[in-house]
């Protein structure tokens, strides 16, 4: 088993940041890989950026690309999703989530076996 648990969401103005966390716990040892998803009202749950549990390697939606920064804390066992230059198309419920099986950063949701409960991120105009 492996507990998430997120935290650092809010509501911010257009053009800030904000960080969220993820902290593991339980069989972390099992993690492969962690990605950030998100879901805004009336639509899909999305990809957002993924890590490899080493840290070696990160992949990032198209949408988010060069404004949301993934990284880990091994000490920690945190994994964070530095989110700037925010905008209001960003409001959702972050998650985040960890895949023990697939050898590569999945995209995809259903491939993910464990996940944290979510926190709002809310961007004002």
């Known amino acids: 088993q492996v507990q998430l648990v997120e935290s650092g969401g809010g509501l911010v103005q257009a053009g800030g940041s904000l960080r969220l966390s993820c902290a593991a716990s339980?069989?972390?040892?099992?993690?492969?890989?962690m990605g950030w998803f998100r879901q805004a009202a009336g639509k899909e749950r999305e990809f957002v950026a993924g890590i490899y549990w080493s840290g070696r390697s990160t992949l990032y939606a198209d949408s988010v690309k060069g404004r949301f920064t993934i990284s880990r804390d091994y000490a920690k066992n945190t994994v964070y999703l530095q989110l700037n230059s925010l905008t209001p198309e960003d409001t959702a419920v972050y998650s985040c989530a960890a895949d023990l099986r697939t050898l590569y950063i999945a995209t995809k949701a259903y491939l993910y076996d464990y996940w944290g409960q979510g926190t709002q991120v809310t961007v004002s105009s």
């Open positions: 339980g069989r972390t040892f099992n993690i492969y890989t």
